[in-house]
């Protein structure tokens, strides 16, 4: 049982490190319209307008705008990437309490797989737009799975993703969108080599890692003139600086960037909250707890199942740097 369990414990640490290549919160940051379809750098307004409306927390209009783009386009893969892209936010902000969004979540994942990978379009080369989409369909259904803890289907999921993902590495200048996943592939690989030994032969096959290139990717992606990559990219430089290499005083610039461009995005100030609180900036941190619980309940758009998810995020920080501080003293 020892030996199982051993076994277990490190498939799920080599899923947990290795899934950061993929897990982009927003692995939905940058799903077309085929209205106008892609352009080689940039999406389109309407693309744009959905997960402007995502980013603030205002999910009744990014509905709307989905519905309505339903009723004006034909059904494409690219289509139910951005659907899956909002049910994914309804289920990680507690709006999914019977499963109706997990099942038409695994339904749009299993639907682009199905479309790009069998029948005779398992033959054809991906062109870039498809293997953005399936890159990203599977890094979805992976996020999933560890959301729900079944990590050997994750770790499946993410050899899938991966396996995409390093094919879009070096085509950062033709197909902008890919600069988010080849520079979290960049810092994970090399990352995991050095602080996480137990990855290195999964990770030997990879393109060669190097965190200051993938840093420097998504420090040229904050000034893209795409509001989607730039958020995106500063999200993650937030994370990365944040919670990785424990850089708060870096990590506070970028929250503060989102905080100001999204204020009504809670995970965003939930984000700045912990920033607060390991520098020890103590006042700054009541003001963005506070706000935080105001906008949890009078956000017009949530519903009551998100109101009670946020407050309990909340509230899980708020302990959470309590104990910290008490383990000081």
């Known amino acids: 049982m020892r030996n199982s369990h051993g076994i277990y414990t490190s498939t799920r640490s080599i899923i947990v490190i290795v899934a950061l290549i993929v897990v982009n919160t927003c692995v939905a940051n940058a799903q077309t319209f085929i209205t106008k379809g892609f352009t080689q750098l940039s999406f389109d307004n309407a693309t744009q307008e959905v997960h402007q409306s995502i980013y603030n927390y205002n999910f009744a209009k990014a509905d709307t705008l989905l519905r309505n783009y339903a009723t004006k386009t034909?059904?494409?893969?690219?289509?139910?990437?951005i659907y899956v892209n909002y049910y994914w936010w309804q289920i990680l902000t507690g709006n999914d309490k019977d499963k109706l969004l997990r099942a038409k979540f695994n339904a749009g994942t299993n639907e682009i797989i199905t479309n790009l990978t069998t029948g005779k379009n398992k033959l054809t080369l991906l062109s870039n737009e498809n293997l953005y989409v399936l890159a990203n369909a599977y890094a979805f259904k992976t996020r999933l799975n560890l959301l729900e803890g079944e990590y050997l289907k994750g770790l499946l999921n993410l050899n899938k993703s991966i396996d995409y993902i390093q094919k879009c590495v070096g085509k950062e200048d033709v197909f902008e969108?890919?600069?988010?996943?080849t520079a979290l592939l960049y810092y994970f690989v090399e990352y995991s080599q050095i602080n996480k030994p137990i990855t290195r032969p999964y990770l030997a096959t990879m393109p060669a890692?190097?965190?200051?290139?993938?840093?420097?990717?998504?420090?040229?992606?904050?000034?893209?003139?795409?509001?989607?990559?730039?958020?995106?990219?500063?999200?993650?430089?937030?994370?990365?600086?944040?919670?990785?290499?424990?850089?708060?005083?870096?990590?506070?610039?970028?929250?503060?960037?989102?905080?100001?461009?999204?204020?009504?995005?809670?995970?965003?100030?939930?984000?700045?909250?912990d920033c607060y609180i390991n520098q020890n900036?103590?006042?700054?941190?009541?003001?963005?707890?506070?706000?935080?619980?105001?906008?949890?309940?009078?956000?017009?758009?949530?519903?009551?199942?998100q109101r009670v998810c946020f407050i309990n995020e909340a509230k899980k920080h708020s302990e959470a740097a309590y104990l910290k501080e008490s383990k000081k003293k």
């Open 209 to 273: 890692g190097s965190m200051a290139k993938g840093i420097a990717l998504l420090q040229k992606g904050t000034k893209s003139t795409d509001a989607i990559i730039a958020t995106e990219c500063t999200y993650f430089l937030a994370k990365i600086y944040g919670e990785v290499e424990h850089n708060y005083n870096k990590s506070e610039v970028y929250c503060l960037t989102l905080t100001k461009k999204h204020p009504d995005n809670i995970a965003y100030q939930m984000n700045l909250y």
């Open 74 to 81: 034909n059904r494409s893969n690219w289509s139910t990437l």
């Open 281 to 305: 900036k103590h006042t700054e941190a009541q003001h963005t707890l506070i706000a935080i619980h105001r906008l949890s309940k009078t956000l017009p758009n949530l519903t009551p199942a």
């Open 177 to 181: 969108a890919f600069t988010i996943q």
